[in-house]
Nanobody, 130 residues
Framework: QEQLVQSGGGWVQPGGSLRLSCVAS????????MGWFRQAPGKEHEFVAT????????YYADSVKGRFTISRDNAKNTVYLQMNSLKPEDTAVYYC???????????????????????WGQGTLVTVSS
């Protein structure tokens, strides 16, 4: 079974940067689409970004486009979320997630929703405030 262990996060001032990491165990990381969700207090999980197993396809929520970058290193079984120009509204618990797409299914945000996922990370808090 896929297990995802996150690191990174913490507190940062508005305009600052943070990088989240997520290491996958198991033998199927290279076949999985990976991504990030976030959940602010009192709100549902919000899609942030996703990346195909090859790394060639990436998608972002409009709210983070141009500020966040998702990437992966398959040799290290690791996916990253580089967050720049952080805003107070980015404050949330961030979750790494994985999905093994059915054969022939192209990655898109609609194929990477919470009920589709095969594994979740433990979550890490990101706080953006002055």
């Amino acid at each position: 079974q896929e297990q995802l262990v996150q690191s990174g996060g913490g507190w940062v001032q508005p305009g600052g940067s943070l990088r989240l990491s997520c290491v996958a165990s198991g033998d199927t990381f290279n076949g999985y689409a990976m991504g990030w969700f976030r959940q602010a207090p009192g709100k549902e999980h919000e899609f942030v970004a996703t990346i195909s197993w090859s790394g060639y396809m990436t998608y972002y929520a409009d709210s983070v486009k141009g500020r966040f970058t998702i990437s992966r290193d398959n040799a290290k079984n690791t996916v990253y979320l580089q967050m720049n120009s952080l805003k107070p509204e980015d404050t949330a618990v961030y979750y790494c997630a994985a999905r093994s797409l059915p054969w022939g299914t192209l990655l898109s945000p609609s194929e990477f929703t919470p009920h589709d996922l095969d594994a979740w990370g433990q979550g890490t808090l990101v706080t953006v405030s002055s």
